[in-house]
Nanobody, 124 residues
Framework: QVQLVESGGGLVQPGGSLRLACAAS????????MGWFRQAPGKEREFVGA????????YYTDSVKGRFTISKDNAKNTVYLHMNSLQSEDTADYHC?????????????????WGQGTQVTVSS
């Protein structure tokens, strides 16, 4: 069983930056990919981006391209979400998730394990 723990959320002003971290522990950690999703109140869970664990190939939803970057530290079993130029629309609960196999990285149903989430609030 893999456990994921997110950290780094908080309150930030528009235009500011945050770095979220997702640390994995438990059984041998060797995912195919790690994803970041977010969910705002009253909205469905939304794909933010993903990174393949072996090659480090990244994918992003259009609304965060050029502002968000996903990176990883294999030695620490940790994936990061670097968020710049934050906007009020980015306010949400952010979750990381992992999956064992390839395929569609956008659909949250394709992920095998999830973290509990960390809240990001962008407000002046």
């Amino acid at each position: 069983q893999v456990q994921l723990v997110e950290s780094g959320g908080g309150l930030v002003q528009p235009g500011g930056s945050l770095r979220l971290a997702c640390a994995a522990s438990g059984r041998t950690f060797s995912p195919y990919a790690m994803g970041w999703f977010r969910q705002a109140p009253g909205k469905e869970r939304e794909f933010v981006g993903a990174i393949t664990w072996s090659r480090g190939t990244t994918y992003y939803t259009d609304s965060v391209k050029g502002r968000f970057t996903i990176s990883k530290d294999n030695a620490k079993n940790t994936v990061y979400l670097h968020m710049n130029s934050l906007q009020s629309e980015d306010t949400a609960d952010y979750h990381c998730a992992g999956r064992y196999s390839g395929g569609n990285l956008v659909n949250p149903r394709n992920y095998d394990y999830w973290g509990q989430g960390t809240q990001v609030t962008v407000s002046s």
